[in-house]
């Protein structure tokens, strides 16, 4: 079964629209949870470590003040895209680690995002 | 150089054939790897971690060469099923994951 619910599964917006994106980790905590971007046809673009309690990590090349990340819980990391242009349209995946270490990542069930 | 790389295929294979691919990492001091499937417009799934002496699961697999630095993933009696894109995951330094580009697999009947 889901490990990792994520929320809503699809959205579709004007440009100039902020959009929040949910991130549950199911019967577990995680204290970091990991946001993920996908363009058509391309691979996974890793874009910011969750942690709970503190401030995001981005990845360079990422604007931390248009894609805001919130890990306010245990089991709940939010990413807001702020301000939706049409080329931030694109497939938005989180993922946890139950527990850490050498464990795998479970994705959420991303969230196809679609600005017009 | 890229820490994880893969071939981006496209492998197209008939129902019934095995077909394998494999995937380089740079980290000698990596620490775990993954076998992911990710289906067209869905997130990738956990297909299988990768342990040190080998593992199987029906018909995949997957082995670990830690001198060469690299894992593969065999997939016997290939099905249309089977059809997805194969992501390799390498975990360094804790909670660093790197993922290859993927692997594209088209089984033909």
């Known amino acids: 079964g889901a490990v990792v619910s994520q929320h809503p599964s699809r959205v579709i917006c004007k440009s100039g629209t902020s959009v929040k994106i949910e991130c549950r980790s199911l019967?577990?905590?995680?204290?970091?949870m990991f946001w993920y971007r996908q363009f058509p046809k391309q691979s996974l673009m890793l874009m910011a470590t969750s942690n709970e309690g503190s401030k995001a990590t981005y990845e360079q090349g990422v604007e931390k003040d248009k894609f805001l990340i919130n890990h306010a819980s245990l089991t709940l990391s939010t990413l807001t895209v702020t301000s939706a242009h049409p080329e931030d349209s694109s497939f938005y995946i989180c993922?946890?680690?139950?527990?850490?270490?050498?464990?795998?990542?479970?994705f959420g069930d991303g969230t196809r995002l679609s600005i017009l | 150089r890229k820490e994880v790389e893969q071939d981006p295929g496209p492998f197209n294979v008939p129902e019934g054939a095995t077909v394998a691919f494999n995937c380089t990492y740079s980290n000698s001091a990596s620490q775990s790897f993954f076998w992911y499937r990710q289906d067209c417009r869905k997130e990738p799934k956990l297909l299988m971690s990768?342990?040190?002496s080998g593992n199987e699961d029906g018909r995949f697999t997957a082995q670990l060469n830690r001198a060469s630095q690299y894992i593969s993933l065999l997939i016997r009696d290939s099905k249309l099923s089977d059809s997805a894109t194969y992501l390799c995951v390498v975990n360094s330094w804790g909670n660093q994951f790197y993922f290859g580009t993927g692997t594209s697999l088209t089984v033909i009947p």
């Open positions: 990768v342990y040190s």
């Open positions: 019967d577990f905590q995680a204290t970091t």
């Open positions: 993922s946890a680690q139950i527990g850490q270490g050498n464990q795998p990542q479970h």
